[in-house]
Every structure is written in C-alpha cells, then in structure tokens.
C-alpha cells in the first residue's frame, strides 16, 4: 500500500502515526531556516527525561504537505 494511502487509512482508523521520509531540497531549505532562529528545542523521552544531543523543532508549515490526508503534518 503505498505510503499516502496507508496514512490515510491510519487517520480514518483513527490511529496516531508517524513516518519519516528521506531529506530533500524542501526540507534542507526549512532547516536552513530555522538554525537562523531560536526554533530548536531539546528533545524529551518517554519517561519526561532530557535526550541527550538530540534536538526538536517544528517544521510543518515549512515543507509542503499536499498529497498527505488532510490534517497531516
């Protein structure tokens, strides 16, 4: 099933998911700008406890998300 679809069918059945997907030119460009704001925030585990060196930032409104069900991103 490809991707779009199976996400799809995750947001009908109502289940909360998450996928990642290979860097290209759209992300780099949101990265790029955002390491020129104070946009990174450190990441947190399951249990609430600080990551070490991993950092987290949003980028949603950044890399288009048409072809995605609607309400992804």
């Known amino acids: 099933m490809p ?8 947001r009908v ?5 998450s996928f990642g997907y290979a860097v290209d030119a759209r992300v780099r460009d949101a990265v790029e700008m955002l ?3 104070d946009s990174w925030y450190r990441a947190i585990d399951s249990g609430g406890g600080i990551r ?3 950092w987290v930032t949003e980028a949603t409104d950044l ?6 069900p609607a309400g992804t991103g």
């Open 52 to 54: 070490d060196g991993a």
């Open 3 to 10: 991707t779009h679809a199976f996400a799809e069918a995750c």
């Open 13 to 17: 059945a109502g289940v909360g998911f």
């Open 35 to 37: 390491n020129t704001t």
């Open 63 to 68: 890399v288009p998300m048409s072809g995605w």
